[in-house]
Nanobody, 123 residues
Framework: QVQLVESGGGLVQAGGSLRLSCAAS????????MGWFRQASGKEREFVAG????????RYADSVKARLTISRDNAKNTVYLQMNSLKPEETAVYYC????????????????WGQGTQVTVES
């Protein structure tokens, strides 16, 4: 069992940066693959980035490569999403999620979800 709580969202100007955090509790966090998803109003929830349990492997959606970076600190039971050069179309609720085994881009492959944190990018 893993419980997830996101933080760090807010209002930022286009081109700005934010760092999201996802604090996890539960003894299985350190063996979990972690993912970040986002859902804009009226749209489907989409995969943004994922990271393996060791942090040695990552995967990104094509639209965010070179601008967003996922990382994790297993000693702190926390996963991060550093977001740079943000665009207005990236306004969404951002969710972190956990699963076992490999990184997947499909929402339904994840077993545990946080409540989400709102990111608003103004033009």
């Amino acid at each position: 069992q893993v419980q997830l709580v996101e933080s760090g969202g807010g209002l930022v100007q286009a081109g700005g940066s934010l760092r999201l955090s996802c604090a996890a509790s539960g003894r299985t966090f350190r063996s979990s693959v972690m993912g970040w998803f986002r859902q804009a109003s009226g749209k489907e929830r989409e995969f943004v980035a994922g990271i393996t349990w060791s942090g040695g492997g990552t995967r990104y959606a094509d639209s965010v490569k070179a601008r967003l970076t996922i990382s994790r600190d297993n000693a702190k039971n926390t996963v991060y999403l550093q977001m740079n050069s943000l665009k207005p179309e990236e306004t969404a609720v951002y969710y972190c999620a956990a699963r076992t085994s490999i990184i997947r881009v499909v929402r339904g492959a994840y077993d545990y979800w946080g409540q989400g944190t709102q990111v608003t990018v103004e033009s």
